[in-house]
């Protein structure tokens, strides 16, 4: 399965109504993107949502970053999975993931616990589950939204690699060691334009504040040599510089290539725009396309 060196990972398709969603991943695809990624949290169902941008598309694949398995059982995912794989063959990627406590436990209203175990559980569970329906021609791929060595481990084992995020360079040239080679390494990069220091900084700061309070992404971080004082006041300097990859676009593909160089097979762009406004991470796309996918 060839998904390219460059994707995108965006939370704009989630928010855009179905019709405009497709004609942005059409647009996704005409600028020579190699996938799309989508999260899974309060909005659309990504699977479905794959289904619509698959069927919308002509050859751009559709990852899902990640599919929580919370929301589905293994036999659920399992079918879904061959599904999407069978009508589209070699360009659907299932990421699947443990989400965090907050989202499983206070929206889902399931207990949080051993999530390495409840991960291995889970895919062996999907293995074993019956299907009836036409076999896909192509092998289904999955992975696993892995950040620490257990979880990377377990991505090796039983998946066909990793989708890490919110991680710099250094994450991915460890994640490539634990992970071994011939499995697809596809971590998330935030990126911005912004030139101006203090205006990116800012962006960044809002971007990461949310994952700031998931002791999973700390925890992560903390064991990349970040401590207490680089997650005060918003993150310091440092910690958002190692995060989100600002500036120009030969400075943010500069950071794009040092997760090639660590290891990466596949680098999804997350385009960073403000909170709850209305711009569009579009533009973006269009601006660093040449640089990444030319």
Excluded at 118 to 144: N, W
Excluded at 157 to 168: R, S
Aim: hydrophobic content about 45%; overall charge negative; glycine content about 10%.
């Amino acid at each position: 399965m060839d998904i390219g060196k460059v994707g995108v990972w965006t939370g704009a398709l989630d928010r855009a109504p179905s019709v405009q969603a497709v004609e942005m991943a059409n647009e996704i695809e005409s600028l020579g993107y190699g996938a799309v990624w989508i999260p899974e949290g309060v909005g659309k169902d990504p699977l479905v949502a794959c289904a619509l941008l698959l069927a919308g598309t002509k050859k751009l694949a559709a990852a899902t970053g990640i599919a929580n398995i919370y929301a589905r059982d293994p036999i659920s995912m399992a079918q879904a999975h061959k599904t999407l794989t069978e009508a589209f063959p070699d360009r659907f990627v299932l990421g699947l993931g443990v989400s965090h406590r907050p989202m499983v436990e206070g929206i889902r209203g399931h207990a949080y616990e051993k999530p390495i175990a409840t991960m291995r559980d889970y895919l062996e569970r999907m293995d074993q589950s019956m299907y009836l329906g036409p076999e896909p021609s192509t092998a289904p791929v999955r992975v696993l939204g892995a950040l620490r060595d257990r979880m990377m481990t377990l991505a090796s084992e039983l998946a066909d690699g990793a989708h890490p995020y919110n991680v710099p360079p250094e994450h991915t040239e460890r994640a490539r060691q634990v992970l071994g080679a011939g499995k697809l390494l596809a971590p998330e990069v935030a990126v911005t334009l912004e030139r101006d220091p203090a205006k990116a900084r800012e962006l960044g700061r809002a971007h990461l504040a949310i994952y700031f309070g998931l002791p999973n992404y700390t925890n992560s971080l903390r064991a990349l040599g970040f401590t207490g004082d680089d997650f005060s006041d918003g993150g310091s300097n440092r910690l958002i510089d190692a995060l989100v990859a600002w500036g120009s676009v030969d400075r943010v593909a500069a950071v794009v290539r040092a997760h090639h160089d660590a290891g990466a097979d596949h680098v999804c762009i997350q385009v960073v725009v403000p909170r709850g406004g209305s711009e569009s991470p579009v533009a973006g796309w269009r601006e660093l396309a040449p640089a990444l996918v030319g």
